[in-house]
Each structure stands twice: as C-alpha cells, then as structure tokens.
C-alpha cells in the first residue's frame, strides 16, 4: 500500500502562489498515474489536475488552467503542483491520489485507490 504524504498548504492572498507536495512511500512507477484533488465542505471533491507518470502527460480541470502546473520528479519520488495566480475560489483541502495500471491522466475522483491526509489552502481577499 502506497502511504502519500501532502505540504506546502497556507494562507496566501488573491494573487500569490503555492507549491504543494506530496511524497510516496514507495517508488512510483511508470503505469501510473497521479492527481490533485481539492474539497470545499458541501461540495463534491473536486479533480484538478493529474499526470500520467511514464508519459508525463497531464489533464487539468478548466478552472485552473493556465494557472495551475502538476509535475512528477522521479528521483524524489514526489508529486508537485504550483498554484499561481491564485483566487478565493481555490480555497480547499487539497488531496494528492494515485493509480496503478494507469495510461491517461485521469480527474474522476472514482477512479483513484490511494489517498493522502490533504494540506490546507486558504486564499484571502
């Protein structure tokens, strides 16, 4: 079972920028694929962005085109994304997941089988 653990969350002000992080516990491979996910109370979780790893290939929701970049660095074992320009609207709990046996990017929370504990944005007007 891949453990995935999230950093980077905070407050920051409508226009600034985040980098959220995410570590494996083991060594991600590459027929899978990865995702940032965020949830607001109330709301259904939303998919954001994800990458399949062996390809590099990535899909993001509209809303964060354009501003948001999911990367993967292989070494490291962890899953990035930076979050610029960022508004009150992106105010979430944002979650990393993953997926074996992966070959497109994927954004449908469904299809994901290991979840991390989440990390904090708050974007202040």
């Known amino acids: 079972q891949v453990r995935l653990a999230e950093s980077g969350g905070g407050l920051v002000q409508v226009g600034g920028s985040l980098r959220l992080s995410c570590v494996a516990s083991?060594?991600?491979?590459?027929?899978?694929?990865m995702a940032w996910f965020r949830h607001v109370p109330g709301k259904e979780r939303e998919g954001v962005a994800a990458?399949?790893?062996?390809?590099?290939?990535?899909d993001y929701a509209d809303s964060v085109k354009g501003r948001f970049t999911i990367s993967f660095h292989s070494a490291r074992n962890t899953l990035y994304m930076q979050l610029d320009t960022l508004k009150a609207e992106d105010t979430a709990m944002y979650y990393c997941a993953l997926v074996t046996r992966c070959l497109r990017p994927r954004l449908a929370r469904d299809d994901y089988t290991n979840w991390g504990q989440g990390t904090q944005v708050s974007v202040s007007s």
């Open positions: 990458i399949q790893i062996g390809a590099g290939s990535t």
């Open positions: 083991t060594v991600i491979y590459n027929d899978y694929c």
